[in-house]
């Protein structure tokens, strides 16, 4: 394996990397302060819209999709670098129309979706027109194991009916989520892996209710937010059937490989800007009349951090490359793997960083706090740990039957 970028990436970081120094980092607080303090989820801040606007005509946009004609022809390995620099900010996936579950979404519609269902949905996706959400896990069952999802699509003549109710449907909170992804039921008596379905929803069709936004240790991610959705006999045409009835999880295993990548690259990222929030720090702040960057505790935290990182970014580009060279499920072992080891690092950097920032870390003064919440809900977003955890240990175990 050779991790080594090519001209083309190194080009692409470069441009990145100054698109965030000029444009990115200097607005992060303008968009907070832009959101709507009374009605959070009435309007998008309008610096949004300017940047991603700029990002376009620096042809940074659509940089993911791998293998598709639709996105800037990357492979995952030449994809990951960039994802990483991306993450290292919370409004800049956005910019480039790579953020979740936007992206995941898209790559469904990619591989999964028919000519109309394309020109319908995935077409103002990439351009940025429209947002939208992914409605998979339920309140009433341990999403965990998506088997036990309940919410039921039922066919009726030329139609769909469903019913059930979501939670932690990401991004409905957004003015301009037009479209959910919902996972579903459709035949409780066929094989286990074969009983769900995936099918489009408009936000728009009567009966579908966003009963509330659910905060993350305090934080609403307004105007994104993470819906809990009610599906009241919600009927939708049976076009909107993605690739076919039983074929829900399918599609769940195939859509959550690359996602998983990009969450691990992001939080590769944070971690990154942790450390050098961290280093910047102790090197202007005096205790006991010394710097603490002379204190040997706070050096030991950098150096494990430096250590871990690395150790981090090498796994994930390992994931990325077998993705490209042997496929997905061939990958499925290391793409686990990096699913518990980049969240669990890049949440002990940021307690470091935290820790060496004292009361201002755990303020919204600077952007730890919030970074840390973010990358926290990845520990059981897109599969907990245990889950993980399981299938490597299964995989580990299989070699030797």
Avoid at 85 to 96: L, Q
Avoid at 235 to 250: I, Q, T
Avoid at 320 to 342: F, L, Q, R, S, W
Wanted: charged letters at 25%; glycine letters at 6%; one cysteine or more.
């Amino acid at each position: 394996m050779n991790f080594s970028y090519s001209e083309k990436v190194k080009e692409l970081q470069k441009k990145l990397t100054e698109f965030m120094e000029e444009s990115i980092y200097p607005n992060e607080k303008v968009y907070l302060e832009q959101i709507d303090k009374k009605e959070p989820f009435s309007k998008i801040p309008p610096i949004m819209e300017g940047l991603k606007d700029k990002a376009k005509q620096a042809g940074l946009w659509n940089l993911f999709l791998p293998e598709s004609e639709y996105g800037a022809g990357l492979t995952n390995s030449e994809y990951a670098p960039l994802c990483e620099i991306m993450g290292r900010s919370a409004i800049a996936p956005e910019v480039f129309n790579c953020a979740a579950p936007d992206t995941g979404n898209m790559e469904v519609l990619v591989r999964y979706g028919t000519e109309e269902q394309k020109e319908k949905w995935l077409k103002p996706l990439l351009d940025g027109e429209i947002r939208s959400c992914f409605s998979m896990t339920e309140p009433d069952v341990a999403s965990s194991d998506a088997t036990n999802i309940q919410a039921s699509i039922v066919r009726d003549g030329d139609e769909y009916i469903i019913n059930g109710t979501k939670w932690w449907s990401s991004g409905a909170g957004d003015p301009r989520c037009k479209i959910a992804i919902m996972m579903g039921k459709n035949d409780p008596d066929a094989p286990t892996y074969e009983q769900q379905s995936m099918i489009l929803v408009p936000l728009d069709a009567p009966g579908v209710t966003i009963k509330r936004i659910l905060p993350v240790f305090g934080y609403d991610h307004a105007p994104h937010g993470h819906a809990e959705i009610e599906y009241n006999n919600v009927r939708v045409p049976a076009s909107n059937m993605l690739w076919g009835e039983g074929k829900g999880f399918a599609i769940a295993q195939g859509r959550l490989g690359p996602g998983r990548i990009h969450h691990c690259m992001r939080s590769i990222g944070a971690a990154e800007r942790a450390l050098e929030d961290l280093c910047k720090r102790v090197q202007s702040r005096t205790a006991f009349r010394k710097k603490l960057a002379e204190q040997g505790v706070i050096q030991e935290w950098i150096a494990d951090s430096r250590i871990e990182i690395e150790q981090a970014r090498l796994l994930t580009l390992k994931a990325a490359y077998m993705m490209d060279t042997v496929g997905n499920k061939e990958a499925k072992a290391e793409i686990a793997m990096i699913k518990v080891v980049a969240p669990n690092m890049a949440l002990k950097v940021l307690d470091r960083a935290i820790q060496a920032f004292g009361a201002a870390g755990v303020s919204d003064d600077f952007p730890l706090a919030a970074s840390w919440a973010n990358i926290r809900t990845l520990r059981f977003a897109d599969g907990p740990d245990e889950v993980h955890r399981r299938a490597v240990a299964r995989y580990e175990l299989k070699k030797y039957r």
